[in-house]
């Protein structure tokens, strides 16, 4: 059965404008990095449209060259466009000017020399090429996020489409008579407008399953952090500390947990109401997580209970962020909320490498019962003898 290369194209451009319509109503709301996806393969459907329509212009016309050319501007910067999708949603820094340039100069190069074929054809598939190599590349490279396998999809995708789309360069700058125009009856243009159907679907598929990838980490994120406050919430909190006990334990580095509960937080919500009490929730995870260096991890333990989990650090170092915090809320406290707001803290170093997060919890808790039995507004240490008031 003869396989009529046109209709083939026909195909193609029929797919990739039904995937610039469906991929914004299936994908609903969407992110920076959904937007450049579907922006990038509507660019590229009005690309194949305009290659198609081009053929039906008189060949070397005004609107022959005008059609070819924004056809190329087309699909180079949607290729751009999807370039940096890609790079977002792989959390790499986004390389958006290589691609940016490379889509000028094959658009301008293409225009400029229209009136040669073989330069023409040879140009714009080789820069072409060179989009789809760097891409590939880029979704190679190991990424930062915890990305799914769709990247090697894309992968495969960009590669099958890097080759036959040289080929066609390769025949078209240096076989002119072989390769005469893009829907000329060559295996090359065979090979292209078969590899171009199939990679379009699998773009396609990639492009949803990035997106779902990226929809169920914020769905993780989200589920991992204290809706009022922002900071971890106690599931979340309890399994990052244990992460961070075990490392403490295996390279025998100090670490010490810091609970801590607000002093009479019962009576700014009674006398100045519950958004008052909101507010100064949210006031301290704030002085918290900006106290805290790196690697710390703050969680709302409780209501108007904090812990803190601090890495390497020493009693002294955790003595030394307690008063920073302590001086932080007595100076910023009624200047931001319009009242006072002290807290009582435990702090509980990890005592052995049997010590177990569990334990500690335990004491730090204890520890902060008596430091609200002595008067509240400070914080106790739980290896220190404790007295409680008689
Ligand atoms: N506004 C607000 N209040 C909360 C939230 N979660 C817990 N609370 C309130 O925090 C208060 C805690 O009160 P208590 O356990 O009696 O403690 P306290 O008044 O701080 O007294 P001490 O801890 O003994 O100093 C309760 O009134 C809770 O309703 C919250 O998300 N927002």
Redesign the pocket.
């Known amino acids: 059965m003869p396989i009529d290369i046109a209709s083939l194209h026909i195909g193609l451009t029929i797919s990739m404008l039904t995937m610039a319509v469906a991929l914004p109503a299936v994908m609903g709301k969407v992110n920076d990095a959904a937007r450049r996806a579907q922006l990038g393969v509507i660019l590229q459907g009005v690309g194949w449209g305009l290659l198609l329509l081009s053929g039906l212009f008189p060949p070397g016309s005004w609107s022959d060259r005008l059609s070819s050319t924004l056809s190329m501007a087309g699909i180079s910067g949607g290729l751009a466009l999807n370039a940096t999708a890609f790079d977002l949603w792989c959390g790499h820094t986004v390389r958006a000017r290589v691609q940016v340039l490379l889509a000028v100069l094959m658009t301008t190069g293409y225009g400029m020399g229209f009136a040669s074929y073989p330069f023409r054809v040879g140009w714009a598939n080789f820069l072409l090429g060179l989009q789809m190599a760097l891409m590939a590349a880029a979704l190679a490279r190991r990424p930062p996020l915890p990305v799914g396998r769709w990247r090697w999809l894309l992968v495969v995708s960009l590669v099958l489409q890097m080759i036959v789309t040289v080929w066609r360069g390769v025949l078209g700058a240096f076989y002119t008579e072989l390769y005469p125009t893009f829907l000329a009856p060559h295996p090359v243009n065979l090979a292209f407008a078969l590899v171009a159907n199939a990679t379009a679907v699998l773009s396609l598929v990639g492009i949803l399953l990035a997106h779902r990838d990226e929809a169920a980490r914020a769905l993780e994120r989200l589920a991992a952090l204290d809706g ?1 406050t922002g900071v971890f919430n106690r599931r979340a909190w309890l399994v990052q500390a244990e992460t961070e006990l075990a490392v403490s334990v295996r390279y025998d580095h100090p670490l010490a947990v810091l609970m801590i ?7 700014i ?1 009674d006398t100045r109401g ?1 958004e008052a ?2 507010r100064a ?1 949210c006031f301290v995870a704030e002085a918290l997580r900006t106290a805290v260096r790196a690697g710390d991890v703050v969680g709302r333990y409780g ?2 209970e904090f812990c803190v989990l601090m890495n390497h650090a020493d009693h002294d170092a955790a003595k030394a962020f307690d008063r920073r915090l302590r001086s932080h809320l007595a100076e910023a406290g009624p200047r931001e909320l319009g009242h006072d707001l002290t807290y009582s803290a435990g702090i509980a170093m990890r005592a052995s490498r049997d010590d177990t997060l569990d334990a500690m919890l335990r004491r730090a808790d204890a520890t902060l019962y008596v430091a ?1 039995a002595q008067g ?1 507004a400070r914080t106790l240490d739980a290896h220190m003898p404790l007295m409680l008031p008689a």
């Open positions: 009022l509960d607000l002093d009479h937080f019962k009576q919500n519950h009490g909101d929730l209501g108007e609200k509240r």
